[in-house]
């Protein structure tokens, strides 16, 4: 059985052993001029992908308002390189959760309470 471990790195279930857990991205909106290439990313955060990208139409705000001008914009998908989504932590899935407690269930009345025994599900 795998030592429980924090969601620093991608953690491993502890019933089963498993890696799991998808990264904990943010999303930063990105726009840049038609038929050029889309800004660099200069931030710390690991940059994976951008997505969506599609054309839009921005109206000039100044004193020409009603000028619009199109423009690209997309999705930028970025991680820090250490956290990752674990909604079952410290298990993988709740599937693995509920082998877990019907194993820790049975070990603990078998011998206490034969009559609680369930059957084996596993
Ligand atoms: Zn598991």
Known sequence: MAKP?????RPLCVHCGNKYGSRKTTDERIEWDEGTQPPRYTGNLLHLRDRWP???VVK?????DGVATR?????RELWDGISY???YYPFCTLRCALGYAR???QKE???VAPKHKAP???
């Not at 471990?5 to 790195?9: C, G, I, L, N, R």
């Not at 423009?71 to 999705?75: E, G, I, S």
């Open 103 to 105: 194993k820790a269930y």
């Open 54 to 56: 599609h054309s839009i």
């Open 5 to 9: 471990s924090k969601p620093s790195t």
């Open 109 to 111: 009345y078998e011998h």
């Open 71 to 75: 423009k690209m914009t997309a999705t």
């Open 120 to 122: 084996n599900h596993s």
């Open 85 to 87: 989504y674990v909604p």
């Open 60 to 64: 000039d705000p100044g004193p020409r």
